[in-house]
Nanobody, 129 residues
Framework: QVQLVDSGGGLVQAGGSLRLSCVAS????????LGWFRQAPGKERVFVSG????????EYADAVRGRFLISRDKAKNTVYLQMNSLKPETTAVFYC??????????????????????WGQGTLVTVSS
């Protein structure tokens, strides 16, 4: 069983930056692919970024590519999402998600929410114009 705790959200002006964190309790990140999703008010949850369990492969939604960076610290069982040049349309609750991946899919990232096994409680990001 994995428990994820998201943090780092807050209120920021357009053009600013935030770094989200997600701490996992339970097993280490070995064979755990990770992802960030966001859900705006009244909208469905959508993919933001993914990281393979090897840590070698990443993927980003087109809307954030070049501005966001996903990373992890295995020693701390923590995954981060550095968000730069934030835009008002980014306002949403951000969720960290975790998937226990097969050994042979070490370099695969996952972009669909149903592929994940665990998720955090979410952290609210509000970007003012």
């Amino acid at each position: 069983q994995v428990q994820l705790v998201d943090s780092g959200g807050g209120l920021v002006q357009a053009g600013g930056s935030l770094r989200l964190s997600c701490v996992a309790s339970g097993p280490s990140f070995d064979r755990h692919a990770l992802g960030w999703f966001r859900q705006a008010p009244g909208k469905e949850r959508v993919f933001v970024s993914g990281l393979s369990w090897s840590g070698e492969e990443t993927e980003y939604a087109d809307a954030v590519r070049g501005r966001f960076l996903i990373s992890r610290d295995k020693a701390k069982n923590t995954v981060y999402l550095q968000m730069n040049s934030l835009k008002p349309e980014t306002t949403a609750v951000f969720y960290c998600e975790d998937k226990y991946a097969p050994q042979y899919e070490s370099d695969r990232y996952y972009t669909r929410e149903y592929e994940y096994d665990y998720w955090g409680q979410g952290t609210l990001v509000t970007v003012s114009s």
